[in-house]
């Protein structure tokens, strides 16, 4: 069991070409598949498929929420043909393109959700999330980001949320 502890920002969304610049950045494409759920306790499941310098992995990750901040989070790698075979489980989906980057003690994850995926319903923003090692743990955000309002905990922020929300706007 994994105890994931993050807290997630609606930001302006940043240039790009800076975001590129930043020391240790990795650039990923995620397809986030958000499967029918098996049980009450679990919060959500999902399978990804994760393009990063070329290669493709996929994980299966089961959610259970503890508290806004915190959920307890087991996920494995998986093979293509499971990923494959659990899309016939699919009930929404969103795609994403992450770029992450440590910053001071932290990792710095920006989503943005290009409109040609369907990211129109976020269109001049994007998502920031870090993962911290206690709820009250401070952490800082770089000063060429600009938040717009800190979004941990909000629903309607959830990538299971926006996956649906995404799709319905285009």
Known sequence: MNIEIER??????????????????????????????LSEDITNRRVRRIVENGETSYTYTEKKRISSVSREENEREIS?????????????????????FPYGDHVIEIDIYPVIFGGKALEGSAILEVELRSEDEKFTIPDFIEVIKEVTGMKKYSNM???????RKD
């Open 80 to 100: 293509p043909e499971e990923y494959s075979r659990r899309l016939s489980e699919a009930v929404s989906f969103l795609e994403k393109i992450r770029y992450s």
């Open 161 to 167: 949320r926006l996956a649906k929300k995404l799709r």
């Open 8 to 37: 997630k920002f609606l930001i302006k969304l940043p240039d790009e070409k800076l975001l590129r610049r930043q020391e240790g950045i990795r650039m990923i494409r995620i397809t986030q598949t958000y499967l029918a759920p």
